[in-house]
């Protein structure tokens, strides 16, 4: 398994400090360099997770930021991030990877869901809930990955009740796990097999909703 560029944190640190095209113009082949390094790390991650997972495509994020609607101008983002898609239509769900000084962290999950699929990932929840609780809750699973994270509304959403015993899995906006990992984590030679042990392990909570996500409330079959 391929292991990340040592130089990666004092890169990012030095572009945290230097956030300007000038800077970062003068160090252009330094960052080449990390990101072949992070491209050769990401599909060896692919590769691995092909054992027991279809994922169709890696997609590595342009470390140059949108600052049209941001207050904050600097070009540059000071992470790399790593997303790998699950293959569509009848798997849901993705991976995710973001490197950043004292920051680094893994995801798995549904981050912003459209709202047709969080409508229908809540609709089941009202219906029944207990599949996916014995999922999240096994003791490896939450183990690896302790507790389901993500934004949620303050009261129930519209159509549903805030008294239904289902309400603190209906309110959730988004349904993601993750594990945060240290510099000193990410630069060992057994990172990369961490993150695939991981990944593997939340493959109960993606079967489980993209089951949900490619059937109907009758459990029928929606893809054509």
């Known amino acids: 398994m391929n292991t990340i560029n040592p130089d990666i944190f004092s890169f990012l640190n030095e572009l945290k400090n230097n956030n300007n095209r000038e800077w970062f113009n003068s160090s252009k082949s330094r960052f080449e360099l990390l990101r072949e390094s992070i491209k050769d790390f990401s599909y060896s991650i692919k590769n691995k997770i092909a054992e027991f997972d279809d994922v169709d495509k890696v ?46 962290f893994i995801a798995c999950g549904f981050w912003n869901p459209n709202k047709d699929d969080l409508f229908r990932i809540r609709k089941e929840f009202q219906i029944d809930s207990l599949e996916f609780r014995k999922i999240i809750n096994a003791e490896k699973f939450k183990k690896v990955w302790g507790s389901l994270k993500g ?10 009740s805030k008294d239904d015993p289902n309400i603190d899995l209906i309110r959730k906006k988004m349904y993601l796990f993750s594990i945060n990992y240290s510099n000193k984590e990410v630069l060992d030679s057994t990172f990369a097999n961490k993150i695939v042990s991981s990944f593997r392990e939340i493959y109960p909570f993606f079967d489980y909703m993209s089951n949900v996500l490619t059937t109907d409330l009758n459990g029928e079959s929606i893809l054509k």
């Open 59 to 104: 997609k590595i994020f342009r470390i140059y930021r949108d600052v049209r609607f941001s207050k904050d101008k600097t070009p540059y983002k000071r992470n790399f991030g790593i997303s790998f898609h699950r293959k569509k239509p009848d798997l849901r769900g993705g991976y995710y990877i973001h490197i950043e000084e004292n920051k680094t």
């Open 151 to 160: 934004e949620e509304l303050v009261t129930s959403p519209m159509g549903f």
